[in-house]
Every structure is written in C-alpha cells, then in structure tokens.
C-alpha cells in the first residue's frame, strides 16, 4: 500500500537552515503537504505542492519535489527556536484530503 | 482567526462505552475530517463528510464508528463499545470548497481503560 516515510528527528544550530526530507511511494500522489505540530497543539498546514510543480517557495519556507524519485524535501532558512516542532509530510492522490501521513520529523534547535 | 475547536481535549472511559467526540468546524467551511493518531504511530485517515453525507471512510472506520453533523455549527465521531486499541489523539479537520487546505483542531485524546 502507499507509504510515506520520513526521518524521526533533526537537529540543528539556530540560524541555520534545516532540511526536512520525506519519500512517498505512491507514484499517483497528486498533493504534497508539510504540517506542523507544536507542543499540545493540532496540526498545522504549512505548505503543499502539486505534483505537477518542481518547486514553491514561501518566505522562509522552500519545497522540492523530485517526482522521479518521489522525494519531497522541506527546507526551512534561518530556523529559530519558534520553529521547534514534529514536521509531518503527507500525500494524497485527489482533493479529498484521504491523506497518507508520514511518522513526523521532530525538529530540534541547538543554540 | 478562525479555528477549529474540539471537545474535550481529554476524555477517559471505560472498555464498552460509548463515547462522542465533538468538533465545530469553521463557520463556513463544507469539507470536514477526522484522522486519529495512536500513540508512536502515523495519522491515519479516517472519514471525510461533505454534504450532510460520507465521501470517503477509511479500512478503520467500521460499523463501531458514526459521524453526524446535528446541527448547524458540530461535527461529531461517535464511537460505539470502545476498545482499549481505540486509544489514541483524534483530530478533526474542515476545509472549504475548492481549496486544498484543512484546518485542524488540537485534538481530543481518548483514553480507553
């Protein structure tokens, strides 16, 4: 069946950038998403893409698509302390929100 | 800012209970959700409801599982004779026509003893 996997934590220095990578198996994935989950928080839409698309840039926020080897990739510049948080990559193959999640990467920052 | 608000946010019964989640959606979104997360393990999909009716159900949502928008304003996930495996953070989620955007609440986390 589809799966998404993701690495589990990222540790980074403040003022670095942080990379957040995710692979997909499922080669008819339509919509790619970043969320973000704080502490006793829900979950938060950061970004998504269309399969259709190389890349999208947001503010500090840079998503890569490599559909050839289904590889999505968060990057995230200048991370400061308030980007602490579980990082999840899903994937769905229509607009109906059927996501597929990944595990979440838990972003770390070293002062 | 609109939001997505769910109760409660923790919620403790016994194996053979019922239980009702409750969520209210924002005011004017269409599309609602709800996903749960056992404890270590991925989100999954569970339901999704559109038009006072289901559009899409996931393997997990079974015969034990119900959602109803009664009124205007909540959608709920009842839960019929709970099992201590349907412990986990249940999260609801809306969205509006023609976006690909869900906005979740914080979760209610269900704890089946």
């Known amino acids: 069946g589809e799966d998404v996997e993701q690495s589990l934590f990222l540790s980074v220095r403040e003022g670095d950038s942080s990379v957040i990578n995710c692979t997909y198996t499922d080669s008819s994935s339509t919509y790619l998403y970043w969320y973000k989950q704080e502490p006793g928080a829900g979950l938060q839409l950061l970004t998504y893409i269309f399969s259709n698309m190389d890349m999208k840039q947001d503010q500090r926020l840079t998503v890569l698509l490599n559909k050839k080897d289904k590889h999505l990739s968060l990057r995230i510049a200048d991370t400061q302390t308030g980007d602490s948080a579980i990082y999840f990559c899903a994937e769905s193959m229509d607009s109906n929100y059927q996501l597929i999640w990944g595990a979440g990467t838990k972003l770390i920052i070293k002062p | 800012e609109p939001e997505v608000t769910q109760t409660p946010s923790h919620q403790v019964t016994q194996m053979g209970q019922e239980v009702i989640l409750r969520c209210v959606p924002i005011?004017?979104?269409?599309?609602f959700y709800w996903y749960r997360q056992i404890l270590g393990q991925k989100v999954e999909f569970l339901v999704s409801?559109?038009?006072?009716?289901?559009?899409?159900k996931s393997e997990i949502f079974d015969d034990q599982f119900s959602v109803e928008r009664p009124d205007g304003s909540n959608f709920t996930l009842k839960i019929r004779s709970t099992k201590l495996e349907d412990s986990a953070m249940y999260f609801c989620a809306s969205s509006d026509t023609g976006t690909y955007e869900a906005f979740f609440g914080q979760g209610t986390r269900l704890t089946v003893v």
């Open positions: 409801f559109y038009n006072n009716e289901i559009s899409e």
């Open positions: 005011s004017n979104h269409l599309y």
